[in-house]
């Protein structure tokens, strides 16, 4: 059985097919067309090769079909440049909750290519993410007009979830400094792992490790540390879901950390709602 699509994850949120493809990818394509039977056949959770699944748009998060059975891994740069082209590609209209304990926080994310658009109600709030070739900028949008975010704002939380402005704005996708650590399991899936440093202190973190799906391309996980070096915060894919015949993320849980120590203080669940 060949697999004829590739598969990718992105933000968190939706599976779905991509167009186009970098030289990178088009040599991973070829050797997955090598393997006689796809591993994600026999996977719980990407058990479909003609299917994507992306990030949240907080989600969303991340592209490519890593099947490099004997080849060199891809470089750190060469996986986040097609996560970026892939993530800007996406036409998305998705209804979504965050929730934290008995607090439920209703959005919709609405994505037209490199545009994304995220809506809150009570009060109402409007984000645009303009996803760019060399960085990512989030705007707040009224009635009259657009004007970017203010960066001494980032930080804040979403309606007193665990879930920030920045991280809204995936800015790490566009850190100059990244490598591939190696590779680890996670929830028995192979996975690259690649650790993003941070250009400046503007960042709530110094570093983000990210846990990428070897065979589907899926961001399984993601972690942020302070500037302590201490863990801060985990976005983990729980569970997904299909919707009208696409495969969309169902749940993610972002757990939040007591500083210096392993003890989660919050947990805040993204979930879309079929």
């Known amino acids: 059985m060949k697999m004829k699509r590739r598969l990718s994850f992105s933000r968190y949120i939706v599976i779905n097919k991509c167009g186009g493809m970098t030289k990178l990818e ?3 394509i070829k050797a997955a067309r090598r393997r006689a039977h796809s591993s994600l056949e026999h996977s719980g959770l990407f058990r479909h090769s003609s299917c994507v699944i992306r990030h949240s748009a907080l989600a969303v998060f991340f592209a490519l079909s890593f099947s490099l059975d004997g080849e060199p891994p891809p470089s750190a740069k060469d996986i986040l440049n097609s996560v970026r082209m892939v993530e800007s590609k996406q036409q998305l209209d998705l209804q979504g909750q965050l929730r934290q304990n008995d607090a439920v926080v209703p959005f919709r994310l609405v994505q037209n290519g490199p545009l994304i658009r995220y809506s809150f109600t009570n009060p109402d709030e409007t984000l645009q993410l303009r996803l760019g070739e060399n960085s990512s900028r989030l705007d707040l949008v009224s009635d009259a007009g657009t004007e970017k975010f203010a960066a001494s704002k980032l930080n ?11 991280d809204l704005a995936f800015k790490f996708l566009y850190w100059p400094t ?8 996670v929830r028995t899936r192979k996975c690259w792992k690649l650790q993003l440093r941070a250009p400046s202190r503007e960042s709530q973190y110094s570093n983000v490790l990210l846990w ?4 589907s391309g899926a961001l399984m996980r ?5 500037w302590n070096a201490q863990l801060a915060k985990r976005f983990e894919v729980v569970s997904a879901q299909k919707i009208e015949g696409r495969w969309f993320l169902k749940q993610m849980r972002v757990e939040e950390f007591q500083p210096g120590t392993n003890h989660v ?10």
């Open 26 to 28: 088009s040599r991973m």
């Open 156 to 166: 804040q939380r979403i309606r007193d979830t665990s879930v920030t402005y920045e």
């Open 178 to 185: 990244a490598r591939v650590l190696g590779e680890e399991n």
């Open 212 to 215: 990428i799906d070897k065979a």
């Open 222 to 226: 993601m972690e942020g540390y302070d």
């Open 265 to 274: 203080q919050a947990r805040t669940y993204l979930e879309i709602k079929k």
